[in-house]
């Protein structure tokens, strides 16, 4: 009854002891009721005079935080102290046991920490796939329809939760499985609007409309460049009383290189609000410097004090609010060399503006790379939020790499030029405008104690102990990040920099090397090591998760019923149907089958989600990507481009019967009795698919190496679909529209193949393209190659024939250098 204890709820806090955060988003009155409902349930709140004092981690086994953005957050970690969101509180609560903390942590960098998802009617393994990313992800997954439920992942509207979630008007958003699927490869989670059921504006995007984009100001606010001088520096004058320096000891380094006057206002400042200003880094809790160098820089790093930039000292006095230094990269000091790989770079911006356009154009030149206004020829890079736009057009025609700002944002945090075939650096979902995310990446501590901490530049006799954390430092940066985290059964605890706690420079805590401390954090890494793996796979994985799914044989596989998949039983929603079956042990995948032209599953989803589910519990898990398909199945042959990038990879090809006689017989029937013949287009395209396929092995996807291919927009099929075709047989194909732009020159030396000289231009015979040969010839001739106009036919039956096809047949002109 409402107003009376529970009392089998009794005691769930009762071994815990709390420290609560406060900040915008967590009030003294939510805070208050938090206290009130953890004293109830047998719990103890240590309510200290935060901000101006620095939390008690002596006696807490918590801390509630609605972010990860206050001072004590890396020294709570290093002594394994959950950080939780305050939803963990009533969580723990309703369910009257303690609930998995990781699912409820603050930390950013676990964005689906707000998500608690359920799948309807997708093939299994795309939702074991969802299921794990969304777990290691920080959110949570249920099997059912619950009151916790924020996200359904469905294909469409045509099932029973759906329409019931319509009909009672519910607060729960309805998303394709794409939604997830483009959060996963960019490792941000995007707004769910051109996702949303019943009409996913994705599916039916408007012709060369650019995607809009309303960027979060609070990621970019403040933090658009390192050094102040380059923005507006804040008014000074007034700004007396800050709660922000009370109690903090801040030392502003030499190498700031400001006025004596401004220092003067700077010292002042933080005096009247209860500061001290020091001398020496060892009686400082704060550094405020420009570089990652020096003495001081080295034993504040060694020490894990903040030290932060002037850039990111005028933020705390214009907020009057804590913000970590390594939570913007532009807040804190900067390399004085420049990184590896980007030096005299130029790199172009497109689809960004006001200050995120400012930011990125600073982190450029941080990086050592020249940012540039135009966009000409001689760029190495363009960064783009989307991919409609001129400068996009133009720079794929000359051949400059395009990426989103995510290359050179993690390239600038990890301090380590990244790979373009990464994929996150390339995707770009198409109604989404990636501005939406730019500011959100962060500085690595781990990162900076690996590549910047040189504790020779410490005086011995200031650092004692030096040389056993030199020793620990060395061993840490040896281990990438990503493989130190996932070393499967082996534990180690964490080594600490320092001994460091509430500001006492040289205690040692009794708890450190402690049977304690092993112990919570080998609990803590066996917690968290079954979903980072899992994510680990999932990311890898080719095709993302909208497609194709876990394997039923894999044994990280998410199944039904498992404890740790989600959260204890909660009410249920009553839906129409609740479906239940009895589910069998997971079948091995034997075939994996890529299909094209099944004429019963066109324009009916639920056939193909149910067939989905039946053939991958017979062994067969259907693909959508070439590269990764056994089997082929396809009513004949066809110049689809599905069917030309298939013939390069050289699958099985079976008829559509085959999936129709394993859904009968309802079993794996022999894919060598549905090996696909079809005379008629064999003779009509003058090809044996048999041999083709032969051909194909052989040539193991290099068909085409070493041709320089170039695309007008008018050839027939289109330049997209050219462009999947060259690839999947080892060339590189480029837009062509008439621009300016230069060809690789061939050089005294170089290979004296045939193809070293040639260059080959795929055209329709239109009027249009017509005009674009002889600019084509001139560019040629500048280079010393030699230039083919081809009809675009000429690329199909050399993919589909698997053999280079003689240029005769299919010249349009042959146009001689003069």
Avoid at 249 to 268: A, T, Y
Avoid at 429 to 435: D, E, F, H, Q, R
Avoid at 564 to 588: H, L, V
Wanted: proline share 6%; with cysteine; aromatic share 6%.
């Amino acid at each position: 009854m409402a107003g009376e204890p529970d009392t089998r709820q009794e005691g769930t806090f009762s071994t815990c002891s709390f420290a609560i955060v406060r900040s915008d988003m967590l009030n003294d009155a939510m805070i208050k009721e938090l206290c009130d409902q953890i004293d109830l349930h047998g719990g103890t709140c240590h309510l200290d005079n935060y901000p101006d004092d620095r939390l008690d981690l002596d006696n807490v086994t918590h801390i509630i935080s609605a972010t990860t953005d206050f001072p004590d957050y890396y020294s709570a970690l290093d002594r394994f102290i959950h950080v939780v969101k305050p939803t963990w509180v009533t969580v723990s609560i309703a369910t009257g046991k303690l609930a998995h903390p990781r699912k409820y942590s603050p930390d950013p960098n676990l964005f689906m920490n707000d998500v608690v998802a359920t799948c309807v009617e997708l093939p299994q393994g795309d939702a074991d796939a969802i299921a794990g990313g969304i777990l290691a992800m920080g959110g949570n997954y249920s099997f059912k329809l619950t009151s916790q439920i924020t996200h359904v992942v469905a294909l469409n509207m045509e099932n029973d939760v759906c329409e019931s979630i319509q009909e009672k008007n519910l607060n729960i958003k309805m998303v394709l499985p794409h939604w997830f699927d483009d959060c996963l490869r960019l490792g941000k989670k995007i707004d769910e609007g051109p996702y949303l059921l019943p009409d996913p504006e994705i599916l039916n995007p408007p012709l060369n409309q650019a995607p809009s984009c309303s960027p979060s100001r609070k990621h970019l606010s403040g933090a658009t460049s390192a050094s102040p001088s380059s923005t507006k520096a804040p008014s000074l004058n007034g700004r007396k009383g800050l709660r922000v320096f009370k109690k903090k000891r801040i030392l502003l380094e030499k190498d700031l290189q400001i006025s004596d006057v401004l220092r003067g206002v700077l010292n002042g400042m933080i005096l009247a609000s209860d500061g001290t200003v020091v001398d020496k880094a060892s009686e400082a809790d704060i550094l405020v410097c420009k570089y990652r160098d020096g003495q001081n820089y080295n034993y504040a790093t060694a020490k894990q004090k903040d030290v932060g930039n002037l850039a990111w000292l005028y933020y705390l006095i214009i907020h009057d609010l804590w913000t970590s230094p390594l939570r913007r990269l532009l807040h804190y000091p900067l390399p004085k060399k420049p990184l590896e790989g980007f030096a005299g770079l130029k790199i172009g911006l497109s689809n960004y503006s006001g200050e995120a356009r400012t930011y990125l154009e600073n982190l450029i030149s941080a990086t050592g790379a020249i940012c540039t206004k135009t966009l000409k020829q001689d760029n190495d890079f363009l960064i783009t939020a989307h991919r409609k736009s001129e400068k996009v057009n133009a720079a794929e025609e000359w051949g400059i790499t395009v990426v989103n700002h995510l290359w050179v944002e993690e390239s600038f945090a990890k301090w380590q030029k990244q790979s373009i075939t990464k994929s996150r650096y390339t995707h770009f979902p198409t109604k989404t405008n990636l501005g939406e995310v730019v500011g959100q990446t962060e500085i690595d501590r781990k990162v900076i104690e690996a590549k910047f901490l040189n504790l020779d530049a410490i005086p011995s006799e200031t650092l004692p102990g030096r040389r056993r954390i030199q020793a620990s430092t060395k061993v840490n940066s040896s281990v990438p990040p990503s493989e130190s985290s996932e070393r499967g059964n082996v534990t180690q605890t964490p080594v600490r920099l320092h001994s460091q706690a509430n500001g006492k420079e040289n205690g040692t805590p009794a708890t450190e090397g402690s049977r304690k401390s092993k112990t919570a954090a080998a609990v803590k890494l066996q917690e968290m090591t079954p979903d980072i793996a899992l994510f680990e796979k999932e990311r890898k994985r080719v095709g993302g998760v909208v497609y194709g799914g876990r394997r039923k044989d894999d044994p990280e596989r998410v199944e039904p019923g498992r404890k740790r998949s989600a959260e204890p039983a909660e009410p249920a929603i009553t839906t129409k149907k609740t479906p239940k079956r009895q589910r069998t042990g997971p079948t091995p995948v034997e075939i994996r089958l890529l299909i094209s032209g099944y004429k019963p599953w066109v324009g009916n989803a639920k056939k193909e989600v149910n067939d989905t589910k039946k053939l991958r519990e017979l062994g067969i898990s259907i693909v959508d990507v070439p590269a990764k398909a056994t089997h082929f199945a396809v009513p004949g042959i066809v110049r689809t481009p599905k069917f030309m990038v298939a013939v390069a990879y050289a699958p099985m090809i079976l008829t559509t019967d085959f999936i129709e006689a394993c859904l009968s017989a309802d079993e794996l029937v022999d894919p060598s009795d549905y090996e696909l013949v079809d005379k008629q287009k064999e003779k009509e395209y003058k090809v044996k698919l048999k041999d083709a396929l032969q051909k194909a092995r052989e040539n193991d996807h290099k068909l085409l190496e070493g041709y320089s291919l170039y695309c007008t927009e008018k050839v027939s099929g289109g330049y997209e679909t050219f462009k999947t075709i060259a690839e999947a047989n080892g060339a590189s194909l480029a837009p062509y529209r008439g621009r300016q732009m230069t060809i690789p020159s061939r050089r005294v030396g170089e290979d004296d193949a045939e193809t070293a000289n040639e260059v080959v231009l795929l055209s329709s015979d239109t009027a249009e393209d017509k005009t674009l040969w002889p600019k084509f010839q001139r560019v040629a001739a500048d280079s010393r190659r030699e230039p083919f106009v081809l009809l675009g036919e000429w690329l199909l039956t050399t993919a589909l024939r698997q053999e280079i096809q003689p240029f005769e047949s299919y010249e349009l002109t042959k146009l001689k250098a003069k």
